[in-house]
């Protein structure tokens, strides 16, 4: 069973970047379909970005296109989510999740495990 922590949110300002990581134990990581997701306060946890088993393949929502990138690292067990361009909508809390299927999902029961979230709060 694989335990997912994250790290790297804070406080920032609009316009800034931050680079969240989630560490990655107890399976085979490189076997898992990765994604972040994100929650704000009073909605629902929607997908942000995914990645399968190489950085080749990858994919976004609309909403993040173009700011936010998803990639992951198979020798270091760790996924990483680099937002450019953050803007005060991005507040969230940001949670990285796994799946051991292989598949390809943008929805929430796509996903068996994750992690217990980091806070990113952007200030205008």
């Known amino acids: 069973q694989i335990r997912l922590v994250e790290s790297g949110g804070g406080l920032v300002q609009a316009g800034d970047s931050l680079r969240l990581s989630c560490a990655a134990s107890?399976?085979?990581?490189?076997?898992?379909?990765m994604a972040w997701f994100r929650q704000a306060p009073g909605k629902e946890r929607d997908f942000v970005a995914g990645?399968?088993?190489?950085?080749?393949?990858?994919w976004y929502a609309e909403s993040v296109k173009g700011r936010l990138s998803i990639s992951r690292d198979n020798a270091r067990n760790t996924v990483y989510l680099q937002m450019n361009s953050l803007k005060p909508e991005d507040t969230a809390v940001y949670y990285c999740?796994?799946?051991?299927?292989?598949?390809?999902?943008?929805?929430?029961?796509?996903?068996?495990?994750w992690g217990q979230g980091t806070q990113v709060t952007v200030s205008s």
């Open positions: 990645v399968r088993y190489s950085n080749i393949d990858t």
């Open positions: 107890g399976g085979t990581f490189s076997g898992y379909t």
């Open positions: 999740a796994a799946d051991g299927s292989g598949g390809r999902w943008s929805v929430v029961v796509g996903y068996d495990y």
